[in-house]
């Protein structure tokens, strides 16, 4: 999913049942139009009408190839788009609390460091994964699982299977889902911080004295999004 630039023209093909379409995008090299190449994605239109949220009464265009209305609902990729910042708490999850060094990838050869970085990956793949189990089966947001409990949960619970017969792996796995959403983090606090910087070193505003009281959102995000 990705923002579509407003210079972008999409060509309506067909209109789906939430509001959103399908369209044709086609590139902007002349060279590549001339041979016919385009790409059918799904247009989703939506505005803020929260007004203590940034981008209050702009309108937003969402593209995506998740073409299926029915199995991918507007509202729900909307949501998910606006939470991609959250892909930098994976970051801080691998360096910070999986890995627990202070040195590089000891590796000093290109295939072991790659070698290095797929075991990091798969081994955070399969704890995030083993916590949407988990917050699926207690009916919870996986946001209110801690992962740094749920990598000591896991580390204490591997001596465990490994010593455990077969037979009575399915319980064990049942008593493990249940630890890791035993101590749950409080919900997410519906806030918001204006968009600012204390030093002018970007596009954004320099903070003022006026962003210390910001007002805050009266309603969640996905009750302040309109689809168009």
Request: hydrophobic letters at 40%.
């Amino acid at each position: 999913m990705a923002r579509l630039p407003s210079p972008v023209k999409a060509q309506p093909v067909q209109s789906l049942e939430d509001g959103s379409y399908l369209a044709y995008i086609y590139p902007s090299d002349q060279r590549r139009r001339r041979r016919g190449e385009h790409c059918l994605v799904r247009v989703i239109e939506y505005t803020i009408d929260d007004p203590a949220r940034s981008g209050h009464g702009e309108r937003y265009r969402l593209v995506t190839t998740l073409l299926d209305a029915k199995a991918y609902p507007a509202l729900d990729l909307v949501c998910a788009y606006h939470e991609r910042w959250e892909v930098e708490i994976a970051i801080d999850e691998i360096e910070t609390h999986q890995r627990l060094l202070d040195r590089p990838l000891r590796s000093q050869k290109p295939v072991g460091v790659i070698q290095e970085l797929y075991g990091l990956l798969i081994a955070h793949y399969a704890i995030r994964f083993l916590m949407h189990e988990a917050a699926v089966q207690a009916g919870v947001d996986p946001d209110r699982i801690s992962f740094v409990q749920a990598l000591r949960v896991l580390q204490n619970a591997i001596p465990e299977f490994e010593m455990t017969a077969p037979e009575q792996l399915p319980l064990l796995y049942e008593r493990l889902l249940h630890d890791l959403a035993d101590d749950l983090l409080p919900a997410r606090r519906n806030r918001i911080s204006p968009r600012v910087v204390k030093r002018k070193m970007s596009n954004f505003k320099l903070k003022r004295s006026q962003h210390y009281r910001w007002p805050q959102p009266q309603k969640p995000f996905r009750q302040a999004v309109a689809l168009i």
